[in-house]
C-alpha cells in the first residue's frame, strides 16, 4: 500500500482521484469504481502497490503487438483491479474480484526484482496488462523508469480510459500500447463495459501525435460490435484521424463471463472486418484469436508479398531490415 499519486483533496474529507477518466470523488473509507484506491483518513492509498497477481514471459504478439520488436518476449505483469466492468472479461477473477471482496493470490515483488527478472531473461521489453495498467500507475511508474535507464522498452496493454494527466506522466517513459477499442457507439460502452466513448478516442489521437508506438484491438462481439456500422466507423477513425499505418485487429470473441450465452465470433464475420479495414484504406489489418489463419500474416501494402508469417505465436520474418524484399516499400515496423 502507498499514497497515490494524480489526485485532490476536496472539502469534508473527500478525494478525487485523477488517474482515469471517470475521476471518481471517493468519500473517507470507501473505494473507487476499480475497487483498488482508498480513501483513508482524506489520503488516497493503492491497495495493489507491488502486490502482483500475473507475471509471466509472453511472446510480444501476444499483447497483441506485431509490429512493435516482432518475434521477441516480454516479461507481463499485471495487478487486482479495473477501472471497466467489462460483461466479456477473460481476466475477470483478478479485474473484478477485489471489488467483491474475493481473494486473489498475490505476490509482493519491488520494482529493482522486476527489472532483474527481464535482465536475468535477457527480455527487451517489459508489458504491463493483465488488467488495466493506470490503475497500478505508481507501480508501473516506478518500474517504467528503472527500465528505461536499462534500455528495457516500456509497453501498456490498455482500455485507453485515463485522463491526460495520467498520459502526460507516463508518456517519457512508454514505448508502445496497444489500446482497446471496444466499440463506437458510447450507450454500448457504458452498458458493456461501464465507460465512455470520447475519452478514448481523445486518447488515441494524444498517442497518435507522441512518439509512442500504436495498436489498437478491437473484440468482435456478435450481435454488438458488428452492428450499426461500428466496424466502418472504426477503421474511417483510424485512417482520418490517426494513421493508414496503424495496425488494427479484429479479434474473435469468446464467451465467458457474464456474456457466456452470446455464441464465439465466426471467422466470416472477422474476415469481413478486414475487408471493411482495407476498404477504409488500412495497411495492416490482422485477425485476432485464429491461430495459423494467413489473415494473421503481415504482407507489403504495395505489392502483397509475404513480409512475416505467423503460426500462432512463432513468426518468420522475410523482409529486409524492415522493407519488402520484392518491391523495396518500407514496412511500417520497430525493430529495435
Known sequence: MSEAILYKKLDKHLVQCEICAHQCIIAPNKKGLCGVRENQSGQLKTLNYEAVVALNIDPIEKKPLFHFLPGTLSLSLGTQGCNFSCQHCQNYEISQ????????????????????????????????????????????????????????????????YFTKKTFKTISPYLDAINVDLKFFDDSLYQKICGGKLKPILENLKRIQKSNIWLEITTLLIPGYTDQNNQLEKIAQ???????????????????????????????????????????????????????????????????????????????????????????GEKINLILE
Not at 488488467?131 to 516500456?154: R, V
Open 97 to 160: 474480484g477485489i471489488k467483491n471482496n474475493q481473494s486473489v493470490l498475490e505476490q509482493k515483488i519491488s520494482s529493482q526484482q522486476i527489472i532483474n527478472l527481464v535482465q536475468e531473461n535477457n527480455l527487451p521489453s517489459l508489458a504491463y496488462t493483465y488488467t488495466e495498467p493506470s490503475i497500478f500507475l505508481e507501480y508501473a511508474l516506478e518500474i517504467m523508469k528503472k527500465a528505461q535507464k536499462k534500455g528495457i522498452k516500456n509497453i501498456w496493454v490498455s482500455n485507453g
Open 237 to 327: 477513425f483510424i485512417k482520418k484521424e490517426l494513421s493508414s499505418e496503424i495496425p488494427w485487429h479484429v479479434s474473435c470473441f469468446t464467451p465467458s463471463y457474464k456474456m457466456k450465452k452470446v455464441p464465439p465470433t465466426p471467422p466470416e464475420l472477422i474476415y469481413q472486418a478486414i475487408e471493411i479495414g482495407k476498404k477504409q484504406g488500412l495497411k495492416y489489418v490482422y485477425a485476432g484469436n485464429l491461430p495459423g489463419d494467413n489473415k494473421e500474416n503481415t504482407y507489403c501494402p504495395a505489392c502483397q508479398t509475404l513480409i512475416i508469417k505467423r503460426t500462432g505465436y512463432e513468426i518468420k520474418r522475410q523482409d529486409q531490415n524492415g522493407y519488402c524484399p520484392q518491391c
